[in-house]
């Protein structure tokens, strides 16, 4: 029988621990990658993604990345902030990811994307049907912004063939900057803004998402559904915003009629100086929005066309309006209650 020396005793243990941490380590990869399948799957429109991204876990509370295309005045001042609560983790996915350079199209059409995707993941009540569909909402960015880059890329008449693989003129980047602005007992509220540039493009729309849940019922909300029905509560939110957007310096608004058609408005700088601020219930459903524990935060993205000022709000970045200065319009009864009673 073959005597070992300590030393051979130490490296056989060494080598134990180090495919013992292999194995650890390998598992934790494909399981991290399984839980943001969804997530990855839309990157993977361009490339595999599992073989482009890293992936790393954090908290809600970890300090955010200015957005490309967002003013830096947004975090904190009109946005609020990511709420302070340990058990919300943050997931953030890193990738740089080409088309196949050696397909027949790359020479004229060919781009590389530049991804960095963050966005909260909670535990507890209704977690699991909550994380997936935060997660559907930031694949379906991804997708969107993947989808609309192409095609703009193919609308451009340039010859794209005389640019390196790696040329800048080739590059697109998506920033999602996803965080729950707001979770105690009976509400989690979700806000994934971005920044985004399309490949060779000058200036690029960006994406955005909202998501508010009532933690009683594991249901999504929307804005109409804190105040009390009517006409009244839709102009009282609009009225804010139109009070603050003035008192920025902007142009003053008129009321129109719902049947009213927004393309046959007069736009600021002409003789009428008007737009019409259309109180369609629709409207005020569609309206993107995200809680904090002391104010109600609107949000649209750049040149957006939906929510009740389509086209101006994106001009203001997002808006804070306190609770306090909607009270005779907030609805004690609904998703509300639970800023009530905290």
């Avoid at 105690?184 to 399309?198: I, K, Q, T």
């Avoid at 559904?225 to 902007?250: C, K, M, N, Q, T």
């Avoid at 005020?284 to 750049?302: G, H, N, S, W």
């Avoid at 970045?317 to 306190?322: E, F, G, K, Q």
């Amino acid at each position: 029988m073959k005597d070992f020396s300590p030393r051979d005793l130490v490296a056989g243990a060494l080598l134990v621990v180090l495919v013992v941490a292999v194995a650890v380590f390998v598992d934790f990869d494909r399981a991290v990658f399984e839980d943001e399948a969804m997530v990855l799957a839309a990157i993977s429109a361009v490339a595999p993604a599992d073989e482009n991204c890293d992936i790393s876990y954090g908290l809600n509370s970890d300090d955010l990345v200015t957005s490309v295309n967002r003013s830096d005045h947004g975090y904190g001042f009109a946005w609020g902030l990511p709420h302070p609560e340990n058990t919300i983790r943050s997931v953030t996915i890193e990738c740089v990811i080409s088309e196949d350079v050696h397909g027949p199209d790359w020479g004229r059409f060919g781009v590389w994307f530049e991804f960095s995707i963050r966005y909260p993941l909670k535990f507890g009540s209704h977690a699991e049907v909550i994380n997936e569909q935060t997660r559907s909402e930031v694949a379906g960015m991804v997708s969107e912004y993947v989808s609309n880059a192409r095609q703009r890329v193919r609308l451009y008449t340039v010859d794209r063939s005389y640019l390196t693989d790696d040329s800048g003129h080739r590059g697109g980047r998506l920033t999602i900057n996803g965080f729950a602005s707001f979770m105690n007992e009976g509400l989690y509220s979700v806000h994934l803004p971005s920044g985004a540039h399309d490949p060779g493009a000058n200036t690029s729309a960006n994406y955005l998402r909202t998501l508010n849940y009532d933690l009683t019922t594991g249901e999504q909300f929307f804005l109409p559904d804190l105040f009390y029905p009517g006409e009244a509560s839709h102009r009282a939110v609009l009225d804010h915003w139109l009070e603050e957007h003035i008192g920025r310096g902007g142009f003053d608004f008129g009321y129109e009629p719902y049947e009213y058609e927004p393309d046959e408005a007069n736009l600021p700088g002409s003789s009428a100086e008007t737009w019409p601020m259309v109180l369609d219930p629709e409207r005020f459903r569609e309206q993107p929005f995200t809680l904090t524990a002391d104010a109600l935060v609107l949000d649209c993205e750049k040149y957006c066309y939906r929510g009740i000022s389509h086209v101006f709000m994106s001009k203001d970045d997002a808006h804070a309006i306190p609770y306090a200065r909607l009270a005779d319009h907030l609805d004690p009864n609904g998703p509300y209650r639970h800023i009530l009673n905290n």
